[in-house]
């Protein structure tokens, strides 16, 4: 088949970003040419600021260099304007004529900074801050003159400030509005970060409306008069007071445009052969001026040139940081609040970066704007609640205070990316300093969390570390990177976690194979992160249907066992509720003793954990263990772990409750069953709460008058304690409550989503309606849980002592030396 | 001099060491070989391939992963291993020795002399 051609104009960050999405998908589909009006390649134009601060070198900042174009096939024309655009004949037309005809175009022109329309406004010295040239003549203006004055005290205004600064001029930031980053900030911060800024010898004169840029004797720009009257000296004077999407040449070819080029939600203009991304676009309305939601737009973009023809741009939710070395500034959504909004403030004068500030708005039960300054580390929490809606009136009364709680282990205290040192630890996991993972954006070109993760490593095993990654990566890139609305499972579907599990209910789908084929995955036999879930949702959706697919799952639930570093396996016995017996216990030591097993241990759950076992001798030790009557422990699972209990009532003299009875109760209703992560329950016989109820994901107290439940808590990385979900009186009240809660947890939470992340996403009230006031509900929830366990109440190793999945555990075959 | 040759050409031999439906798709099987384990994938095309069973990061027993198209993922820290070479999906580095595997009707049969491009036998 003959090559469609594909013509692009504008060779920027969200035309090249769709270029590249487009080549994954369609490889061999086009005959690519690209015009860019800049002499350069593709280049990171938010790392012009790091440039200009002299923190980086423009060679850094390509993304994209001429051998790309090159191995892609790609014909670029770099410094090469495009100044007429024929639609009836299909062809573009530059300055300098070079020709080129396309049965696609994409338009990708970004945007014109925007030129005060005063007298001197072209007078040498005169510049905007937009391009590597501008950056350069910044530079050199810096070599040779004294008095720099930046018109607009945006994000744009005040990084090319901070550079110009950092290169020794003396810098005026002068502003109409009364207060700096009026569009980002409320007074109080932006007062905050004025006061910093001043600290680092910036100046600032607000207020004041620009009415002559004044020549000096050389022709070059020399002074800056106000309205009022007043003057100063300025030899380099940068407008930053805004930008316009660059749709002239649309415009001139009578493609439709209103702010920017008018797109609908496939990123398509009025002509069905012009497609449009990136600043120059208006989509719903709305022009985009971070890079975040350009890269969506590519996304779909790239998509639907593909003629794939799936997924939408619907918009997105942006956020700001200001990317000056040493303050954190974060803001989004609605900031200022007003009618029918309230504040929540916490405030403090005194504080490392010259005070703290935050305050967060709430509309109803939800978080519609923040603006933070002096601490950021609690911004993507904060960003997420906006975007997702979560319903915050549970967590209301600490939502200040972060998502950060004291004892969360992993980081040595360490929260605020922007004030850590280059060689300040990270990842503790993987012993990543932040220099590795600023080094890794800003060469690498790397835009979101998962890129640092495959390349750096860091926040890639325990994960503790995510929040300060996504602060560096927010801080080095300035925008902060807003997840797309709907989060596609991995990289062979567009379907999220939510629409692939409504798919399987639905259309009752139950088989792996099923649900990919329905759903067109990209990937013929799937990959190690969706196929895990879509085992786990196809199992827990028709458990009497679904055949558990045993290499979809992770080698522990495959082997029942858990795989150990030197690639050995640990067995753990279930003893229901923590309670021993004497011939459990000799069991267990009989087994070490035959097996030679070389170590032994306690577990925080109450079980004991036999290490070093071969994997051929696992249906062995399995044997012997269920022939004296002890069954799998569960230890490798995403599944019921354990229930933890203290002595209770029947021991201790302040037991108001048989908190033993009824751990083994609970348990024997629960062992067996999988869940989307692994899941811990405990019961405590009275408030003095021994068995630490209230850090699992199920907790039980005792009070005098019956039981106390709680919900979503855990111990490790992030300790989250439980919310408090109801007080019940029976044992049965117990059985059935946390049940349901069980079941509902089974069924709705995402694969690797514990009890507390979910919690906190769809909100507390949410769970109280679903297993405290729905009293239908909670009953058929919690039949469905012991319908299930009719299916998956059973000892998987007794079935393996018997020779079930013999392959697992032999070895195809012994080449003897 | 000449031990050496006996050696190769022993070592070049085609050894049966199961059948197809030994192996179940998408999984792996073990050969235990005095130079140490072999790890022996079918995928779901069932396509077979040989790979030393350590992964070039922490030593990891390949054959206990995930398989997936013509991939394996490690079970100890996730690095993706490419059947048919054994070099580690980018942007991890390293491989894992490969072997060569021939299927005649439904049995498989292995060579114990590696193929050349890894230095990690
Ligand atoms: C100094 C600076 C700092 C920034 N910092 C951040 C930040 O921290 N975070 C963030 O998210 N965003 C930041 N931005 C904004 C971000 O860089 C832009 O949103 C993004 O680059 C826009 O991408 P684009 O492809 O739409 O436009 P561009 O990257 O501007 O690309 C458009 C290209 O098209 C070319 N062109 C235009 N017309 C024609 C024509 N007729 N023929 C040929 N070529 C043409 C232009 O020369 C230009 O090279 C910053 C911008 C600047 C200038
Ligand atoms: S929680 Fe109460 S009943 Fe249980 S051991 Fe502690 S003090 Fe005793
Ligand atoms: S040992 Fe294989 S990924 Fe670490």
Redesign the pocket.
């Known amino acids: 088949m003959k090559k469609l051609k594909l013509v692009m104009?504008?060779?920027?960050?969200?035309?090249?970003r769709t270029l590249e999405e487009l080549l994954k998908l369609a490889p061999d589909m086009y005959d690519i040419t690209v015009?860019?009006?800049?002499p350069h390649p593709n280049y990171n134009?938010?790392l012009?600021?790091p440039v200009l601060a002299g923190e980086m070198m423009l060679p850094d900042i390509v993304l994209n260099d001429l051998a790309w174009y090159e191995n892609n096939g790609i014909a670029l024309h770099a410094g090469?304007?495009?100044?007429k655009i024929d639609r009836v004949k299909r062809k573009v037309i530059?300055a300098d004529g070079t020709e080129a005809g396309y049965d696609r175009l994409l338009l990708?022109?970004?945007?014109l900074p925007f030129i005060l329309p005063v007298p001197g406004k072209d007078l040498p010295g005169v510049i905007a801050?937009?391009?590597i040239a501008d950056?350069e003549a910044m530079i050199d203006a810096a070599k040779h003159h004294k008095h720099a004055v930046v018109i607009g005290a945006g994000?744009?205004g005040l990084?090319?400030a901070n550079g110009l600064k950092l290169r020794g001029m003396d810098v005026t930031v002068v502003h109409l509005a009364d207060w700096i980053m009026e569009r980002q900030l409320d007074k109080t911060a932006a007062d905050l970060l004025q006061k910093s800024l001043e600290a680092k010898g910036m100046k600032f004169l607000l207020g004041k409306q620009t009415a002559e840029l004044v020549g000096g004797e050389s022709g070059r720009v020399a002074a800056i008069k106000f309205k009022d009257g007043a003057s100063i000296p300025a030899e380099l004077v940068v407008m930053a007071v805004g930008i316009r999407p660059?749709i002239k040449?649309a415009e001139s070819a009578g493609i439709h445009c209103e702010r920017g080029i008018v797109v609908d939600d496939t990123l398509q203009t009025f002509d069905p052969k012009i497609y449009a991304?990136?600043?120059?676009v208006a989509h719903r309305g709305i022009a985009?001026?971070?890079?975040?939601p350009?890269f969506e737009q590519a996304k779909v973009c790239a998509n639907h040139l593909a003629e794939h023809g799936i997924g939408r741009y619907t918009g997105s939710v942006t956020s700001t940081?200001l990317?000056v070395t040493g303050i954190d500034v974060f803001s989004a959504g609605d900031f200022m609040g007003g009618e029918g909004t309230e504040d929540l403030l916490l405030s403090d004068p005194k504080g490392p970066q010259g005070g703290l500030y935050k305050k967060l708005v709430l509309k109803g039960n939800k978080l519609v704007g923040a603006v933070l300054y002096g601490e950021s580390e609690d911004s993507n929490w904060y960003f997420k609640l906006m975007r997702e809606g979560t319903d915050i009136s549970a967590l209301r009364h600490r939502l200040l205070f972060g998502e950060t709680h004291l004892g969360d282990s992993g980081h040595g205290g360490q929260s605020r990316a922007a004030a850590m040192k280059d060689s300040d630890q990270v990842c503790d996991c993987n012993g990543v300093c932040k220099g590795d993972i600023v080094k890794a954006i800003t060469t690498k070109g790397l835009f979101t969390l998962d890129d640092v993760k495959a390349h750096t490593k860091a926040a890639a095993s325990c994960g503790s570390c995510t929040g300060l990654v996504e602060q560096i990566l927010a801080h080095t890139?300035?925008?902060e990177y807003s997840a797309p609305e709907i989060k596609p499972m991995c990289k062979c579907t567009d379907a999220s976690h939510d629409q692939v599990r409504a798919a399987i209910r639905e259309q009752h789908l139950t088989s792996i194979a099923d649900v990919m084929a329905k759903l067109e995955w990209k990937r013929a036999d799937g990959c190690p992160s969706c196929r895990p879930a879509l085992n786990y949702y196809l199992i827990s959706t028709w458990p009497n249907e679904a055949k558990d697919d045993y290499q979809s799952r992770y080698i522990n639930e495959r082997a029942h066992a858990n795989i150990q570093k030197d690639g050995s396996y640990s067995v753990v016995p279930r003893l229901f509720g923590g309670s021993v017996t004497v011939d459990q216990l000799r069991a267990i030591a009989d087994v070490a003793e035959k097996f030679e097993v070389p170590e032994m241990k306690i577990t925080g759950g109450q079980r004991i954990d036999l290490f070093g076992v071969k994997k051929e001798k696992l249906p062995e030790v399995w044997g012997f263990l269920t022939e004296r009557g002890l069954v799998s422990g569960h230890a490798y699972g995403k599944a019921l772990r354990t229930v933890k209990t203290c002595v209770g009532s029947d021991w201790c003299r302040f037991g108001v409750q048989d908190s033993t009875q009824m751990g083994i109760d609970l348990e024997e209703m629960t062992w067996g069953s999988w869940t989307p992560h692994k899941y811990k329950m405990a019961v405590s016989g009275c408030p003095r709460n021994c068995a630490e109820a209230t850090i699992k994901d199920f907790g039980v107290v005792g009070i005098d008058s019956g039981w106390e439940l709680h919900v979503g808590g855990n111990g490790g990385v992030k300790v989250r304690a439980t919310d408090l979900l109801c007080r019940v009186t029976t044992r049965e009240e117990v059985l059935e409550y946390a049940g349901a809660f069980m079941q509902i947890y089974r069924e709705e939470a995402r694969y690797l989503e514990r009890t507390a992340p979910w919690i906190e996403r769809v909100g507390l009230p949410y769970i109280k309606t679903r297993v405290v006031e729905d009293a239908a509900g909670r009953a058929s929830a919690y039949k469905r849980l012991l319908e299930s366990q009719e299916v998956y109440r059973f000892d998987p190793w007794a079935e393996r002592a018997q020779g079930v999945d013999k392959h697992e555990f032999t070895p195809l075959k012994v080449i003897a030396a | 001099m000449m031990n050496a040759i006996v050696e190769k050409t022993v070592q070049e031999q085609w050894i049966e060491v199961g059948g197809v439906a030994d192996i179940p798709r998408d999984g792996a099987r073990v050969v235990k070989t005095p130079l140490g384990d072999i790890a022996v994938f079918r995928n779901m095309a069932d396509e077979v391939f040989a790979l030393r069973d350590k992964c070039p990061h922490k030593g990891g027993p390949l054959s206990q992963g995930i398989v997936y198209g013509r991939r394996v993922a490690c079970p100890l820290h996730n690095w993706h291993i490419a059947l048919e070479s054994g070099m580690a999906v980018a942007p991890d580095e390293g491989c894992a020795a490969s072997f060569p595997v021939r299927v005649e009707g439904e049995r498989v049969y292995l060579s114990l002399t590696p193929n050349e491009h890894c230095s990690n036998h």
Do not use: H, Q
């Not at chain 1, 104009?9 to 090249?16: E, F, K, P, R, T």
């Not at chain 1, 015009?35 to 800049?38: I, L, P, Q, S, V």
């Not at chain 1, 991304?277 to 120059?280: A, H, I, S």
């Open positions: 104009i504008g060779n920027g960050m969200a035309g090249c015009f860019g009006a800049e134009r938010i012009l600021s090469k304007t495009v100044t530059a990708a022109t970004g945007s801050y937009r391009d950056t994000l744009l990084e090319a660059n040449l991304v990136g600043e120059c985009y001026g971070l890079v975040a350009l940081k990317k890139l300035g925008g």
